[in-house]
């Protein structure tokens, strides 16, 4: 029997929305390692009011074979990336289909010709919308859930996009640390050799109380120490609002660091419970039930995600990151949490991974960026 047609359909309805965000249940299911995303979650990524779209153009198209819906997939321009970047560089995101060469074809060269008419030359993914969010692709360690805003993906992932053209542009590392291999004794050295060099490098944890005020110092330090970095898109004040408010309910202030010298801030980290332990058995959704299993099973979250560091550009190679690195693992695990995961790291962001190294930390998992000429 012939195979049915396979063709394209453009996201336009609230029903063909959800038909787009409930296909990763269909790729994933019965999968142990893939971990549901809240639904009010990504209702809010694909909203035009959200403060991305205010600089950013975005396409959704679904693959139908048939009646039956086989793939995803998002067409991205981020009109503040062309302009930092001086590059005419277009996004494919939210990628997800079977195992069909066809069908991961016409969806990835659909958004191609999107992007191209619009001005575009390269086409680079997957981003979840951007770097500032959910990206790469997973080509290793399939056997482990992702940590907290870390994407997954089947291992046939990666020669989908290989087979319709598209070459690594760069990889990203994810590093482990937990107590036993933490090298203890070598790493209070380096913090006494550190605080000799700069006696007035001081770290201090988050002020709830003054959450407004410390949001402003990691504004300031986040879009300075970022920007040299591969892939860096300046965010909003409006973008970090918003994600400060939607991470604010799960912070644990302990963890989220700032670094000073004298009585100015220089750096800061940013740590947080791995909730994905939580939300595997939500299945997407957090109403009556979901809250009392989310309340009940943050209690059991002992690993952490160290999600963000930046030391502004004049103040590194001090020794700050370390600093910050040791302190933010002294205190985890003084507050209950023996292990985390450093990432992602920049596999040409060798000072990164030779202090994570430094501390026991084993790099475990890469996520590569992929990018084809248009």
Request: glycine share 6%; charged share 25%; hydrophobic share 40%.
């Amino acid at each position: 029997m012939a195979s049915q047609e396979l063709t394209l359909r453009e996201v336009k309805e609230k029903q063909d929305l959800m038909t787009f965000i409930r296909f990763p249940w269909k790729v994933y299911r019965g999968n142990p390692y893939w971990v549901p995303p809240l639904i009010k979650d990504q209702l809010q990524k694909f909203d035009p009011e959200s403060p991305f779209r205010a600089h950013a153009e975005m396409i959704l198209f679904l693959a139908y074979r048939g009646l039956e819906v086989v793939g995803r997939i998002a067409g991205i321009i981020d009109r503040h990336y062309v302009e930092f970047h001086q590059e005419k560089v277009g996004f494919f995101g939210f990628f997800e289909s079977m195992d069909d060469n066809e069908v991961a074809g016409l969806l990835l060269s659909t958004v191609a010709s999107w992007l191209k008419e619009r001005g575009m030359e390269k086409m680079a993914g997957p981003m979840n919308p951007s770097t500032n969010d959910e990206c790469g692709l997973l080509i290793d360690a399939y056997d482990s859930s992702p940590c907290i805003m870390m994407p997954y993906n089947p291992p046939y992932y990666p020669a989908l996009l290989e087979n319709s053209g598209f070459h690594k542009v760069m990889d990203l590392y994810a590093y482990w640390l937990q107590k036993d291999i933490f090298n203890y004794d070598r790493l209070d050295r380096i913090t006494s050799r550190i605080l000799r060099k700069e006696p007035q490098l001081s770290v201090r944890p988050l002020d709830m109380r003054r959450f407004d005020e410390e949001l402003k110092i990691i504004k300031d330090i986040y879009n300075n120490s970022w920007s040299k970095n591969w892939g860096f898109v300046p965010m909003t004040e409006e973008e970090i609002d918003d994600l400060a408010k939607n991470l604010k309910p799960i912070i644990v202030p302990e963890i989220v660091l700032f670094a000073y010298l004298g009585d100015t801030p220089v750096a800061f980290s940013a740590a947080l419970p791995d909730y994905n332990l939580v939300l595997k058995h939500l299945n997407g959704k957090l109403g009556l039930v979901g809250s009392i299993k989310f309340l009940y099973l943050s209690r059991k979250i002992k690993t952490v995600r160290i999600m963000l560091l930046g030391v502004k550009h004049s103040f590194q190679k001090k020794g700050v990151e370390g600093l910050l690195y040791i302190e933010t693992f002294k205190r985890g695990t003084k507050k209950g949490y023996p292990q985390g995961e450093c990432s992602w790291i920049l596999e040409n962001n060798l000072l990164m991974q030779h202090g994570i190294e430094a501390m026991g930390g084993k790099r475990y998992k890469t996520y590569r960026i992929y990018e084809t000429q248009i």
